[in-house]
Nanobody
Framework: QVQLVESGGGLVQAGGSLTLSCTVS????????MAWFRQPPAKDRDFVAA????????YYADSVKGRVTISRDNRANTVSLQMNRLKADDTAVYYC???????????????WGQGTQVTVSS
């Protein structure tokens, strides 16, 4: 079993920055593909970014490309999402997810955190 715990959410003004962190515990011997998704109010959960097991490859949604950076530290079992130039449209609950393969479909990820709220005021 794997547990994911997100942190770092909060209220930020438009144009500001925020870094989210996800701590992975449990069965961490073999790193998973890690991803971040977000769910705005009354909307579906959407892909934000993903990173391969070795961190050699990263993937981003078009809506955040150039503003967001995903990274991981496999020794510390953490995954981070650095977000810059935040917009009101970035307001959502952000979820960390772990899976066996990279995919932009949330259903392909096995483990999920509880989510952390990001609110961007305009």
């Amino acid at each position: 079993q794997v547990q994911l715990v997100e942190s770092g959410g909060g209220l930020v003004q438009a144009g500001g920055s925020l870094t989210l962190s996800c701590t992975v515990s449990g069965r961490t011997g073999s790193p998973y593909v890690m991803a971040w998704f977000r769910q705005p109010p009354a909307k579906d959960r959407d892909f934000v970014a993903a990173i391969s097991r070795s961190a050699a490859r990263t993937y981003y949604a078009d809506s955040v490309k150039g503003r967001v950076t995903i990274s991981r530290d496999n020794r510390a079992n953490t995954v981070s999402l650095q977000m810059n130039r935040l917009k009101a449209d970035d307001t959502a609950v952000y979820y960390c997810a772990a899976g066996e393969f990279y995919d932009r479909n949330a259903e392909e990820y096995t483990y999920w955190g509880q989510g952390t709220q990001v609110t961007v005021s305009s």
